[in-house]
């Protein structure tokens, strides 16, 4: 129950790891207010496991801006950013289109910003906060057909630390989670012979499941780990070390 009067907004929270993470929040007794661009899996979701659904594109600065403001009259607060939005467009670099680059950076690193940049000062005010983004080991170690997406994951860690930097007197920490593969319909669309190769890569021979993420990010919003800030944790079966 650590959690109750704590107003906290999770992107990309309709599905996969942002739903589990929304849930894991809820159970906490945090009021959860989901943003996504999907208003199919956003209602349901928020019926699912009882949060609030707001129908936001977290790429546009505007509408940003507009639904936090919109959360700010209603609430007064937000306390948790829960960056979890994200999208791949895959292909070898010489393959890949300028708007596959564009949209993979826009939608995973430039939303950081965005929400950042718009939900900061309301944690300033309360002297509290926890902002969790959700990066990826494919960040730190790169992966054939994905610059796009590595170059936004990597983007996201390097704007953790510097925020982290920026609030860190003020009560609170910017952290950054990067998984490994976790089951979700992101890693659905593999072929069978790809998650096959990258399940010989994982010392634990499988691949994660989005609770695994979720129980990360209840300890970093937690009292317990105030004092760490700035990190980037991996979550994958020890497929980095
Ligand atoms: N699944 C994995 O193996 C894995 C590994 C490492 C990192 N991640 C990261 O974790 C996060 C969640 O991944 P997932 O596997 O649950 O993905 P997913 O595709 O299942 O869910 C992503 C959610 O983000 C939403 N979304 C997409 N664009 C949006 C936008 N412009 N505005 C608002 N919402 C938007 C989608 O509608 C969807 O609900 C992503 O940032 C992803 O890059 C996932």
Known sequence: ME???KISIVTGGARGIGRAIAASLVKQMSEVIIWDICDEDGIRTAEEIGCK?????????LDVKKNTKDVLEEHGKIDILINNAGITRDNLLLRMKEEEFDAVLKVNLKSVFNTTHTVLPSMIKNRWGRIVNLSSIIGVIGNKGQANYAASKAGIIGFAKSVAREVATRGITVNSIAPGFIETEMTKKLPDTVKEVY???IPMGRFGTP?????????LVSESASYITGQV???DGGMVM
């Open 3 to 5: 959690l109750k009067g």
């Open 53 to 61: 659904f707001m129908k936001v594109d977290v790429s546009s600065f």
């Open 211 to 219: 609770d695994d993420i979720a129980n990360l990010v209840l300890f």
């Open 233 to 235: 944790i991996n979550i």
């Open 199 to 201: 399940i010989k890569t």
